[in-house]
């Protein structure tokens, strides 16, 4: 498993770098908290997201789990609202 820093630097290397910086599809609050936060951090650049990670026992007597990650880019337009309802670009 990877360590949140991998997972980032995997998404950063893979990634648009204008794409993932964007913060246009976040919400007033959102955009405020970002301003607060490059203003604390005495940074031009910061990419808004979030990992939460949960591990679940998935037989009776818990000896074996799955573990669940969740990662959200907020400031990211959803790839469904591109599309129709089977998936073709409108």
């Known amino acids: 498993m990877l360590l949140p820093l991998d997972v980032l630097e995997m998404?950063?290397?893979?990634?648009?770098?204008d794409v993932l910086l964007s913060?246009?599809?976040?919400?007033?609050?959102?955009k405020k908290h970002m301003a607060w936060m490059k203003e604390h951090l005495q940074v031009e650049e910061l990419i808004a997201w979030?990992?939460?990670g949960d591990?679940?026992?998935?037989?009776?007597?818990?000896?074996?789990s799955v573990v669940?990650?969740?990662?959200n880019l907020p400031g990211l337009r959803?790839?469904?609202q591109d599309e129709d309802t089977l998936g073709h670009p409108p």
Do not use: F, V
């Open 68 to 71: 669940m990650i969740n990662l």
């Open 50 to 52: 979030g990992m939460h």
């Open 78 to 80: 959803q790839r469904w």
């Open 55 to 64: 591990g679940i026992p998935c037989n009776y007597d818990r000896t074996e």
């Open 23 to 30: 913060s246009d599809h976040l919400d007033t609050d959102g």
């Open 11 to 17: 998404i950063w290397d893979l990634g648009a770098k």
